[in-house]
């Protein structure tokens, strides 16, 4: 959605106003507009794919990763993950039972982008694992979607 929504909305956006200060007759602008309406249709359902691409890369380098017999590779994300969950604690617990103890220790500061990148795997790895107990739940359990494909069929 992002690219949509900073590439071809504004190009869209630009070309409907060049062709508004044409002197069109009614029949001429209604077919101008009907052919921006369909352009930006296509470009709408294009880029949802492009996005879609992107996520089943995403997953299937995560997935290769996970299944990597190199056990570095295998425990990076989750090693991530463990290393702020820990700056978290002390942020957030160490810190204030410091400073009730009388000492003055700084908190640690992370960049918002990798705080994003921690939501994004903590989210991921989320996902992943309810997708997994779907899929493990006795009967016809499945989870259809365009990038994930998770079932089970007892």
């Given amino acids: 959605m992002a690219l949509f929504e900073s590439l071809i909305t504004p190009a ?44 089943e890369i995403a997953g299937k380098n995560i997935q290769a990763d996970a299944a990597s017999g190199d056990k570095f590779t295998s425990r990076a994300r989750p090693s991530f993950m463990y290393v702020i969950i820990a700056v978290f604690a002390f942020n957030y617990i160490g810190i204030p039972l410091a400073q009730i103890c009388g000492s003055h220790v700084s908190p640690i500061v992370l960049p918002a982008d990798l705080l994003t990148l921690f939501g994004v795997c903590i989210t991921g790895y989320v996902f992943a694992r309810t997708g997994e107990k779907i899929a493990a739940m006795p009967g016809d359990s499945q989870i259809n979607l365009p990038f994930i494909n998770v079932s089970n069929k007892s």
């Fill in 12 to 55: 869209l956006t630009a070309v409907t106003n060049i062709i508004a200060q044409f002197h069109l007759s009614p029949e001429d602008k209604l077919k101008a507009d009907q052919a921006i309406a369909e352009a930006t249709a296509q470009a709408k359902q294009a880029a949802d794919e492009y996005e879609v691409n992107l996520n």
